[in-house]
């Protein structure tokens, strides 16, 4: 079973703007940065552009804020409440696992020549240590190792007290851009 064919809505670009296409699974989310912007040297406008092209995605329902990136990271934030709570009350695993994929995978998209490939996710896998059922908590995604073909990223999920709730791994493979079919 392949990948469905990729549908690139490009209507909305400005001319002068650079897609980034990142994939969570078999979606895609096209972020657009403005001409001149280093996601590697400029971080504060990078985080910006990433926390503009949450809506209408899972990352604005589950309220997750890009706030930190450098060199070899990128960190989100995601509000723990009874919105991303299981029926037990405590923070429901998925959404953890969303946090860890969406981090990660924006820290790929970044990395890459986006004219010519697309990062796509592999492999997800996460152990769940500790519960939570208020506050805030941080996914900082650190490359593991990036390849020409795969990234691998080791994700770190930590609660307002800097106490270590969740701990996850994701592949990425990068592939060959597909043309438009706009």
Known sequence: MGFPPFVWDISHFHANYTPIAFF??????????QPGIDPLKNPDKLLESLNRHNANTLMETLDIRYTGAGKDFLEAEMPVGPKVHQPMGILH??????????????????????????????????????????????????????????????????????????????????????????
């Not at 969570?24 to 940065?33: A, F, P």
């Not at 939570?132 to 390849?147: N, P, Q, S, Y």
């Not at 592949?171 to 706009?182: K, L, V």
């Open 24 to 33: 969570c699974h078999r979606s895609i989310t096209i972020l657009t940065l």
């Open 93 to 182: 695993g998925g959404a953890t696992a969303a946090l860890a994929e969406s981090v990660a995978s924006a820290a790929s998209a970044i990395r890459i020549d986006r004219e010519k490939k697309s990062a796509v996710g592999l492999e997800l896998a996460i152990n769940h240590l500790r519960s939570i059922t208020e506050g805030t908590i941080t996914a900082r995604a650190t490359a593991v190792h990036l390849g020409r073909s795969t990234h691998l990223w080791s994700i770190t999920m930590t609660d307002e007290q800097d106490r270590l709730i969740a701990q996850a791994k994701l592949t990425m493979m990068i592939i060959e851009s597909r043309p438009s079919t706009a």
